[in-house]
């Protein structure tokens, strides 16, 4: 495997079987993403987003195909081992936030490195780095109930961003928020990716889309490169 390519799908397909009938959400599906870029990909409704973007962020596997993240083929993984990959590499970022209500802003970033089984200190040390970086250190004993929802998109970034993933992986994260706070989000993507993360962004919003170096368009579970970023306005 080429060594810059942190995501790899090679003739990846997902089939669920709803009663006598058969569905094919991904189609011998082919795509990439180099170590520090950012892709978007782009779809309308029932285009098999949201199927490619579980399987991406190993909240599912494929039915047929390899799939390497980071270097390693993860497709027959168990559930245990794609639990542990979750929390070690991805940084998930949500439409919705996902952000728990009685917990405050610090804990709310803090609760994967929990999970991860890091020392109080050093807990202490990647939540308060992370929400500096996202400028919320002033609102850490807030709740999700008292920031606004540009703020709680931030304080899910800096979830993500205080795991120190591999890979951001973002699923509509503007979607809840108005213009001007959407844009502010889609320049702090592009800070990220600056400093060298890779982002991949799912969304089915055009003009979202072409703020990626790159995009790749999905159609009917069939997913293609756009070669030209003018290109994706045509599947929305």
């Known amino acids: 495997?080429?060594?810059?390519?942190?995501?790899?799908?090679?003739?990846?397909?997902?089939?669920?079987?709803?009663?006598d009938s058969v569905v094919k959400a991904l189609d011998h599906a082919n795509m990439h993403v180099n170590r520090g870029e950012f892709v978007s990909v782009i779809g309308p409704s029932g285009s098999g987003k949201s199927t490619l973007?579980?399987?991406i962020g190993c909240l599912d596997t494929a039915s047929s195909g390899k799939y390497y993240l980071d270097g390693q083929e993860i497709a027959n993984y168990?559930?245990?081992?794609?639990?542990?990959?979750?929390?070690?590499k991805i940084g998930f970022i949500?439409?919705?936030?996902?952000?728990?209500?009685?917990?405050?802003?610090?804990?709310?970033?803090?609760?994967?490195?929990?999970?991860?089984?890091?020392?109080?200190q050093k807990r202490k040390e990647q939540t308060q780095e992370a929400l500096n970086e996202?400028?919320?250190?002033?609102?850490?004993?807030?709740?999700?109930?008292?920031?606004?929802?540009?703020?709680?998109?931030?304080?899910?970034?800096?979830r993500a961003l205080a795991t120190r993933p591999s890979l951001f992986l973002a699923d509509e994260p503007t979607g809840n928020l108005d213009q001007?706070?959407?844009?502010?989000?889609?320049?702090?993507?592009?800070?990220?990716?600056?400093?060298?993360?890779?982002?991949?962004?799912?969304?089915h919003d055009a003009k979202v889309a072409k703020e990626a170096g790159r995009s790749?368009?999905?159609?009917?579970?069939?997913?293609?490169?756009?070669?030209?970023?003018?290109?994706?306005?045509e599947v929305v």
Do not use: C
């Open 1 to 19: 495997m080429d060594e810059k390519k942190m995501i790899l799908l090679s003739d990846v397909s997902k089939i669920y079987r709803i009663g």
């Open 53 to 55: 973007m579980n399987i």
């Open 78 to 88: 168990s559930r245990n081992q794609l639990s542990r990959i979750r929390n070690k």
């Open 94 to 120: 949500f439409q919705d936030f996902n952000l728990l209500p009685k917990l405050t802003a610090y804990e709310n970033v803090e609760l994967p490195l929990i999970y991860q089984g890091l020392s109080v």
């Open 134 to 158: 996202l400028g919320l250190w002033d609102r850490r004993d807030h709740k999700p109930s008292e920031l606004s929802g540009g703020q709680q998109q931030r304080v899910a970034i800096a």
């Open 180 to 203: 001007k706070t959407g844009g502010r989000l889609l320049e702090l993507f592009h800070k990220l990716n600056e400093e060298g993360n890779t982002i991949l962004l799912i969304t």
């Open 216 to 233: 790749i368009k999905i159609l009917d579970g069939h997913v293609t490169d756009a070669k030209d970023i003018n290109e994706i306005e």
